[in-house]
């Protein structure tokens, strides 16, 4: 997991739980986060560290909307809620299809963008900076990864922001 924790925050050195954060996650338990993303569980969150300042947000979350079950991913954000990166710690989508979801056409729609909410385009090019292409052929799995982030999206903004 530290992987793609680094993955999505290379800019910290270091990560470290913190106590808030850690009491947040364990209060919603073992419950569907918020039914307006599916059945999405938040797994743990990690602050990034880089010094003595933060570096950026590390929020894992799992769904288990994907086509051929769970997907697991990291969501890194920056200080101020902007998605640095999303990075997958299970995604067993069909090959040639939900699988392309990890691929970087997919995952690099997320980057860089500050949203309080991405949305599932499903036609074609979208000019919107927080519309997120679906994949052909894979609308289930770009849909569940979409509600994950959104997760991590409002979670940030209800305990961190």
């Not at 894992?60 to 991913?73: A, P, R």
């Not at 995604?91 to 997320?110: K, V």
Request: hydrophobic share 40%; with cysteine; net charge negative.
């Amino acid at each position: 997991a530290t992987a793609s924790y680094k993955e999505v925050c290379p800019d910290a050195s270091t990560f470290i739980s913190d106590e808030k954060l850690d009491a947040a996650v364990e209060k919603l338990g073992d419950d569907v986060y918020d039914e307006a993303y599916g059945s999405t569980f938040l797994n743990k969150v990690m602050v990034g560290m880089s010094d003595d300042s933060i570096a950026g947000y590390v929020i894992s979350v799992t769904t288990k909307d994907g086509y051929e079950g769970n997907i697991t991913l990291s969501v890194g954000l920056l200080p101020d809620g902007t998605v640095n990166a999303i990075s997958f710690t299970e995604l067993n989508e069909t090959a040639g299809m939900g699988m392309l979801c990890g691929e970087s056409a997919f995952r690099d729609q997320f980057c860089g963008v500050k949203t309080d909410a991405f949305l599932l385009n499903k036609s074609g090019e979208s000019t919107q900076a927080n519309a997120i292409d679906t994949v052909s052929g894979a609308s289930t799995s770009s849909g569940a990864i979409v509600n994950a982030v959104n997760t991590a999206l409002d979670f940030y903004a209800t305990n961190i922001e």
